[in-house]
Nanobody, 121 residues
Framework: VQLQAFGGGLVQPGGFLALSCIAS????????MGWYRQAPGKQREMVAL???????NYDDSVKGRFTVSRDGAKSTVYLQMNSLKPEDTAVYYC????????????????WGKGTLVTVSS
């Protein structure tokens, strides 16, 4: 499974940005897709996750500002980020786990290469 993210960039505080991530490969189904981020000097942290059944989970710092969504048919996950703050500056990584491929289930984590989001005036 390969994950490719799109949409990073520079935005002013209070602005918005949308990320997308497309999973490719021999994929039958993906249980969980979402986003993590890593700010300079900090550990990677979960931002938002979306399960195949529609459940979502957000870090408290982004609740009410970020929205994660999926297009299951296209193995794509999106992250709409509103009211961005300087502390949202980080490299954002697409994440997937619970992949069914050619009839076999794999519970390992898959990561994209990351896309940089910079929130600055």
């Amino acid at each position: 499974v390969q994950l490719q993210a799109f949409g990073g960039g520079l935005v002013q505080p209070g602005g918005f940005l949308a990320l997308s991530c497309i999973a490719s490969g021999n994929i039958d189904m993906i249980n969980v897709m979402g986003w993590y981020r890593q700010a300079p000097g900090k550990q990677r942290e979960m931002v938002a996750l979306h399960t195949r059944t529609g459940s979502t989970n957000y870090d408290d710092s982004v609740k009410g500002r970020f929205t994660v969504s999926r297009d299951g048919a296209k193995s794509t996950v999106y992250l709409q980020m509103n009211s961005l703050k300087p502390e949202d500056t980080a490299v954002y990584y697409c994440y997937a786990t619970g992949v069914t491929s050619m009839g076999s289930f794999y519970n390992r984590a898959h990561w994209g290469k990351g896309t940089l989001v910079t929130v600055s005036s």
